[in-house]
């Protein structure tokens, strides 16, 4: 069974950097996409940010810039590197893995807090 631990979360001043890691455990296929997912309360969870196994990475616009995605998978684990942070990046964060059989494991999420 596959299972995703997210860390890192917090509170933070405007302008102020976190970052977050999620470690993967259990038996994963190497060719897998992870992503890192947040949600606001009363709005949609929305994609932050994406990297395939060959790292290609894919950002929200409203990231971009800003925050980081990195692998490595070897120890499977994925992090995000968020700086100059915004009250409006506050939300649940959470961790995704995926594979193209369409088999997919959710985090459970960690709390991010900006605000002065």
């Known amino acids: 069974q596959v299972q995703l631990v997210e860390s890192g979360g917090g509170l933070v001043q405007p302008g102020g950097s976190l970052r977050l890691s999620c470690v993967a455990s259990?038996?994963?296929?190497?060719?897998?996409?992870m992503a890192w997912y947040r949600q606001a309360p009363g709005k949609q969870r929305e994609l932050v940010a994406q990297i395939t196994s060959g790292g290609y990475t894919i950002y929200a616009g409203s990231v971009k810039g800003r925050f980081t995605i990195s692998r490595d998978s070897a120890r499977n684990r994925v992090y995000l590197q968020m700086n100059s942070l915004k009250p409006e990046d506050t939300a649940a964060y959470y961790c995704r893995l995926s594979l193209t059989t369409g088999f997919q494991v959710w985090g459970q999420g960690t709390q991010v807090t900006v605000s002065s």
């Open positions: 259990g038996s994963i296929s190497s060719f897998n996409t």
